[in-house]
């Protein structure tokens, strides 16, 4: 491999962990779509409806945002966690509106340090994030303190096979067995109540539905 396709395949890469810059807000767009429907089953897979408080937790390019806002209304409220500046920026501008409503709060904040209060949020996804944490169980301990009692976390993952073909997955990605995931989010106290497999996308993506179940 040339010296030039490692540098593109890296840049590539460090994009879909943190997009920034000019090429970043291409990246967004191109999240947007090509994790819509993965995202789409994981808002879904919350159950969250009226009223209700939910957190996007790496957000990316935002779509999440939007179909979380639409699943709480105007009653409810919605977190967005994101790493990139320059995401956090993009949504700041595109839900302007929904912020100034107070229905939408974003924050800069990673898995590892969720920048949320404990037990405040009934539901919570995060799609495409866990590649870039190499603390899983520091990741899953966060996730698991930020849900109340009895509230559903949603993680998408693309299928690690899949995954492992791409050749940009070499550059920063940590890829896993569906089953270190499963095992992790037990460790945290959560309970996996639902695996589900996503075939109709670009790439098989997994959904795992896991519940807080400390009373």
Do not use: W
């Not at 590892?112 to 009934?122: A, E, G």
């Amino acid at each position: 491999m040339t010296g030039a396709r490692q540098r593109l395949l890296s840049t590539v890469a460090g994009q879909l962990g943190r997009p920034h810059g000019l090429l970043g807000r291409g990246v967004a767009i191109m999240l947007n779509r090509g994790n819509r429907r993965s995202i789409a089953a994981a808002v879904l897979a919350t159950e969250i409806g009226p009223g209700g408080v939910a957190a996007d937790i790496g957000f990316g390019g935002g779509v999440g945002l939007g179909l979380l806002l639409d699943r709480v209304g105007d009653d409810g409220l919605i977190y967005g966690v994101e790493v990139s500046e320059d995401m956090l920026r993009r949504a700041r501008s595109r839900f302007a509106a929904q912020i100034a409503a107070g229905r939408l709060r974003v924050t800069d904040g990673s898995l590892t340090s969720v920048s949320l209060d404990d037990d405040s949020v009934d539901a919570a996804i995060t799609v495409n994030t866990i590649y870039f944490v190499p603390e899983l169980d520091a990741a899953c301990a966060e996730l698991a303190r930020v849900l109340r009692p009895g509230g559903r976390l949603i993680v998408g993952m693309g299928d690690p096979e899949a995954m492992a073909r791409l050749p940009f997955t070499s550059y920063g990605f940590t890829l896993r067995p569906v089953a270190d995931v499963i095992a992790a989010l037990q460790k945290a106290g959560l309970d996996v109540v639902e695996q589900r497999r996503l075939d109709d996308v670009a790439i098989p993506h997994h959904l795992l539905v896991a519940r807080h179940t400390a009373i």
